[in-house]
């Protein structure tokens, strides 16, 4: 076995759950990603804990299978709920033979089951989980990668030190944590602004995912103003949308298009009221992410890009007293920083064209 899987593992048992003796502990991976839950299960087993692998997550096939043959009417599936109400750590591992085998499922059988699994979703992000990334040959080729370099570049990416990485990010903590106002501005059509008064800014080192590498706060959902092209496709629901333009008002969007795929971003805003409003604002600052590979668990997070989420909001980056934006989705979008753009947060300039003020090389 690659020694780098072993190291990965590790990573995750020792700093991204905290993995401890007697945790009932669920696998939840893609057979392709084998190697990694094997070595998952030797760090379970040292440590005295309780492993259970399922292939829910990643288990596109049998998914598409089910919502291509249902009634589209979804009831949550309380065994299911049963399990995560007696896990304490959830791995999700993504790793795929096929990244768009779900891409013929209809949008709003799509939606419709997400909604009933939403009590799922809320017992998972209550314990200790991780959401990874496992180099399959399939992720590789969505990513225009060899093999051997998606391999690199997946764990150049995750096995890193992630101390030096958490103190890299806390000079932007220290600038967004106290902030009133921020402005995002690229090109010739992004600029949105939004107050995130009062809403804590959380430094990504890599507990939940990984890997990690971003700062994120929640916008308050009323007060994103202006319009932004995301110029970073996404595959959502099997399906790649390229180009979306979001226009907002009150918060809330007014007007939306995308080049390819529309239908299934309309879908997505219409899943329920909070969909139309931002649930997330981030900033990717790993540096050892610096290929876009059509996979937001690392795209969010390369440098040089700014993403933003429709949809809920995670509870730790909401204030108390704060209103969090609710919904059944949490979908991000990305746009790139690298060139003509900057960020302003209570009017000053805190990047432009990519680099922090806290970095060599930044222009007033």
Not at 231 to 256: A, C, K, S, W
Request: glycine letters at 8%; aromatic letters at 6%.
């Amino acid at each position: 076995m690659d020694p780098r899987i072993r190291e990965h593992a590790e990573i995750i048992a020792n700093h991204s759950v905290d993995l401890q003796e007697g945790d009932n502990v669920v696998v939840d991976a893609h057979p392709v990603a084998e190697d990694l839950v094997v070595a998952l299960h030797e760090v379970i087993g040292e440590k005295g804990a309780n492993p259970l692998t399922t292939t829910q997550r990643a288990g596109k096939r049998q998914r598409r299978a089910f919502l291509r043959n249902s009634d589209g009417e979804f009831e949550t599936p309380e065994h299911e709920l049963a399990l995560i109400e007696n896990t304490d750590v959830y791995i999700a591992v993504r790793a795929s033979d096929n990244v768009t085998q779900t891409g013929d499922v209809d949008p709003e059988t799509s939606s419709a089951y997400r909604q009933a699994r939403r009590p799922i979703l809320e017992e998972r992000l209550g314990i200790r989980w991780c959401l990874t990334q496992f180099p399959a040959p399939a992720n590789a080729q969505l990513a225009e990668m060899s093999t051997e370099g998606y391999e690199n570049f997946v764990w150049d990416a995750v096995n890193k030190d992630w101390a030096e990485q958490r103190e890299h990010q806390a000079n932007m903590v220290e600038i967004l944590d106290p902030a009133d106002e921020v402005r995002i501005v690229s090109g010739d059509t992004t600029d949105v602004t939004m107050s995130v008064d009062g809403n804590p800014t959380i430094n990504d080192h890599a507990e939940h995912n990984l890997p990690g590498g971003e700062v994120f706060t929640a916008p308050v959902p009323d007060s994103v103003e202006g319009e932004v092209l995301f110029d970073m496709p996404l595959y959502h629901q099997g399906r790649e949308i390229t180009d979306v333009y979001l226009e907002f008002e009150d918060g809330e969007v007014v007007d939306h298009s995308a080049a390819k795929n529309e239908e299934t971003l309309t879908e997505v805003l219409n899943t329920d009221d909070g969909a139309r409003r931002l649930g997330e604002l981030g900033i990717g600052m790993n540096r050892d992410i610096d290929e876009f590979t059509y996979n937001m668990l690392f795209d969010e997070k390369m440098g040089d890009t700014v993403h933003m989420a429709v949809g809920r909001a995670y509870d730790d980056t909401v204030g108390e007293g704060n209103e969090a934006n609710d919904s059944a989705v949490h979908v991000d979008m990305i746009v790139d920083m690298s060139d003509d753009s900057f960020i302003e947060v209570d009017g000053d300039v805190v990047q432009r064209n990519g680099t922090f003020r806290f970095e060599d090389g930044f222009e007033e």
